[in-house]
């Protein structure tokens, strides 16, 4: 499928699931996103995990306390990369704003646009290591078929 069929049909996801069923969803995407903000926190010596993995400890207790939420937002706009100073942090921006998002969401439970920013930036980091792992330079439609984009579709999609 596609990017605007699959992003169709995102949108349409997204309003169907319940608050609880977004968070699930949402909680699973930054867990499979925090390993590669991990390894560049290794590689470059910048950030810290820790504050990832609090916010995200920190959703799934159910607290909905605003004041910590923001505390957190703050915290990660600290630790959160600068594409502009180090090349390879598009995948750690993307677990960081992932986060960011999650976060949102529970600030504002109603708002399903920040579900789909969680789903983007994992799509978006499939999407790039799809490329940064192939010599070829691929079109959009072999990127939309490749067996690792496919399954981020399907889990996007379906889980």
Known sequence: MDFIEFEKKLNERAQNL???DRIKLSLDICKRL??????????????NPDVLLDSIRFVESGSQDNEQIYDFLDALEEISPDTDDYDEAEYALNA?????????QVAEPDEIEHFIEISMAYYDTID??????????LSEEQIDMHPMMLEAQRFLLQS
Do not use: M
């Open 18 to 20: 319940v608050y609880e």
């Open 34 to 47: 925090f390993p590669y903000y991990k390894e560049f926190c290794n590689e470059t010596g910048f950030g």
């Open 96 to 104: 960081c704003g992932a986060v960011n998002a999650l976060l949102l």
């Open 128 to 137: 790039a290591k799809v490329q940064d792992e192939t010599d070829d330079d």
